[in-house]
């Protein structure tokens, strides 16, 4: 509403000024054509001046700022999903088949590495530790046997033959404890402490990792063949991103730069990352190259999954440009403009639109490609110039 005031009230000041010069003019014999042009160029003066009282500023929140050297980057769009590392993630199965017998798990339920998963029940476990005892048992009588004919053949009291008999028999009864005894270490079975008293029927699979269960395929009842995937578990402790850009973009990126990354989930929150490894081969079908991420914060991992989507932006090259907030330009019919400071006192600002030449746009600043029509005091209306311009 001020704006509109002053420009009428300088208009009529203009029309009484401009009355008053053709007068002149007439009575010098010239023509009126200059006086209308003349009159057009002074309003287009009135027209691109605005003035503001204090309070009007104040109450608008309007803000005055120079210009600023802010960094540029080129930024190289991606999309990708989160991941963990191959050692990070186990496929849970039994060397030996069973019929689950005890299973207590949940997806999603955290688990620790050697906790107890479920229990399979099968009577082979029962012979194999039956083997087991009596093969061990043996190789005691044949160790001394051995040792007995070794000290008779070196007195030649007894025949080679023999001693070799017994070396061999030996040497068998203690390749089969010794199998024996790993077989019952693969079923979580202690072969150390095993006695015939503690002969079991079960056998309990535990977890090789720290983790989360993200799937359980079987049921308790149902006969788990050996090496049939039971259960899922990942690690998220090393959460990355496996990202992935065009052949086009490769040159451009590098180990170590900034990666700002949305989740599908939430467009409003932005999160830091780095370039770790560059892929060296190129998908053929999609021609597309995978880029692995950090996340900054390790922290942050708690708060995302894998399997997750993931945007981003790979920040490549950096440069120093000057430039204003785009809160300072105001673009009408393909041209951008600016209010600058022309004058200030204790009532108020006068303020005058200029064009402005922009560039390129980084992060809520824009390029400003004229920089040399202003001076380093050049003070602009950074916020509050749309309201003005477009009234």
């Known amino acids: 509403m001020k704006k509109q005031y002053n420009y009428h009230q300088s208009k009529r000041r203009l029309n009484q000024g401009l009355i008053a010069l053709v007068f002149v003019m007439s009575a010098c014999g010239s023509q009126p054509e200059p006086a209308a042009n003349l009159t057009d160029q002074l309003e287009l003066e009135v027209k691109d001046r605005y003035e503001l009282t204090k309070i009007q500023f104040e109450s608008s929140e309007m803000e005055l700022g120079s210009l600023q050297q802010k960094t540029f980057h ?19 199965s039994s060397y030996f088949g069973g019929t689950v017998k005890d299973l207590q798990l949940l997806e999603g339920q955290r688990v620790k590495k050697g906790q107890v ?23 005691t009588y044949l160790k001394s046997d051995y040792e007995r004919q070794k000290n008779l053949v070196e007195d030649n009291v007894s025949s080679r033959k023999n001693f070799l ?19 019952l270490i693969l079923m979580n079975i202690n072969p150390t402490n095993l006695t015939v008293d503690n002969i079991r029927t079960t056998v309990q699979v535990t977890s090789p990792i720290n983790g989360y269960v993200t799937k359980v395929d079987i049921t308790r009842g149902v006969f788990l063949n050996p090496s049939q995937i039971a259960v899922t578990i990942v ?52 021609r597309t ?26 920040y490549s090259t950096s440069i120093n440009k000057v430039s204003l907030p785009e809160d300072a330009l105001v673009e009408i019919d393909g041209q951008s403009f600016a209010l600058v400071l022309e004058s200030a006192s204790n009532s108020g600002y006068t303020l005058v639109k200029k064009e402005i030449i922009v560039g390129e746009t980084n992060n809520g600043f824009v390029e400003i490609l004229n920089q040399t029509d202003f001076n380093d005091s050049t003070q602009f209306l950074i916020k509050g110039a749309f309201n003005l311009i477009t009234e």
């Open 74 to 92: 080129e930024v190289v769009k991606a999309t990708g999903r989160f991941d963990v590392p191959p050692e990070n993630r186990a496929s849970v």
């Open 117 to 139: 998963l479920f229990t399979l029940e099968n009577p082979d476990f029962v012979q194999m530790q039956q083997d087991y005892l009596e093969a061990k048992a043996q190789l």
């Open 165 to 183: 008999k017994a070396e061999s028999d030996y040497n068998v009864t203690s390749v089969k404890v010794e199998s024996l005894s790993k077989k």
């Open 235 to 286: 690690d998220t402790e090393h959460l990355h991103l496996e990202l992935t850009i065009f052949e086009k973009d490769l040159p451009k990126i590098d180990v170590g730069q900034a990666i700002q990354f949305r989740i599908q989930e939430d467009k409003v929150n932005v999160y830091s990352a780095e370039v770790l490894l560059v892929n060296k081969t190129v998908d053929p079908t999609s």
């Open 289 to 314: 190259i995978g880029v692995h991420g950090h996340l900054s914060d390790q922290k942050m991992t708690s708060k995302f999954s894998p399997g997750m989507y993931v945007e981003a932006d790979i």
